[in-house]
């Protein structure tokens, strides 16, 4: 399972106006037409992971599926 906290750059107690904020520092930087290189798979993957985390609801059942997956039995 992909750590979208991770592919935006915040810690998982991150406020809602950090995860824009870092998303869009990182979003100027590998953005394909801001970049001039094949990005495009590493956006769609911020994108991806900012839609999630942005959605407090979604936010919410990522973190319980995270945390169950990533916790041992």
């Known amino acids: 399972m992909k ?3 991770k592919i935006i750059g915040v810690d998982q ?3 809602s ?3 824009k904020k870092r998303f869009r520092e990182k979003a100027l930087k ?3 037409d801001k970049s001039g290189q094949d990005t495009k798979a590493e956006f769609v993957e911020l994108y991806e992971a900012y839609e ?3 959605d407090s609801r979604k936010r919410a059942r990522y973190d319980k599926i ?3 997956v ?3 039995e």
Do not use: C, G, V
């Open 52 to 54: 999630i985390l942005i």
């Open 70 to 72: 990533k916790s041992p």
């Open 66 to 68: 995270y945390d169950w």
């Open 13 to 15: 107690k991150a406020s």
């Open 30 to 32: 590998i953005h394909p």
């Open 3 to 5: 750590n979208f906290y």
């Open 17 to 19: 106006r950090e995860i």
